[in-house]
């Protein structure tokens, strides 16, 4: 079992910063990845960024390519998404999600966080 706590989310005017965090405990060396997905109201859930183990790939939606990074720190278990020039629409809840498998889709995570609030003012 893999358990995902987030944490960093908040309020911020537009063209601030945020930094998550997605700190995992237990089976952790069974992963093969983690990611960040957001859920805005009345929408899906969708990718935001993702990175694999072994070898560190990452991978981010289209629409924050240049605004956000993903990166980790094996030492601490943690993930990081660091959010530059948000946005309005950046606003949702973002959860850290885990899978034992080297896939991104949503149907494919085994381990979801309790998600963090993130709203972007304008």
């Known amino acids: 079992q893999v358990q995902l706590v987030e944490s960093g989310g908040g309020l911020v005017q537009a063209g601030g910063s945020l930094r998550l965090s997605c700190a995992a405990s237990g089976s952790i060396f069974s992963l093969n990845y983690m990611g960040w997905y957001r859920q805005a109201p009345g929408k899906q859930r969708e990718l935001v960024a993702g990175?694999?183990?072994?070898?560190?790939?990452?991978k981010y939606v289209d629409s924050v390519k240049g605004r956000f990074i993903i990166s980790r720190d094996n030492a601490k278990n943690t993930v990081y998404l660091q959010m530059n020039s948000l946005e309005p629409e950046d606003t949702a809840v973002y959860y850290c999600?885990?899978?034992?498998?080297?896939?991104?889709?949503?149907?494919?995570?085994?381990?979801w966080g309790q998600g963090t609030q993130v709203t972007v003012s304008s």
């Open positions: 999600g885990a899978s034992l498998r080297r896939a991104i889709a949503i149907g494919a995570m085994d381990y």
């Open positions: 990175i694999f183990t072994r070898p560190e790939l990452p």
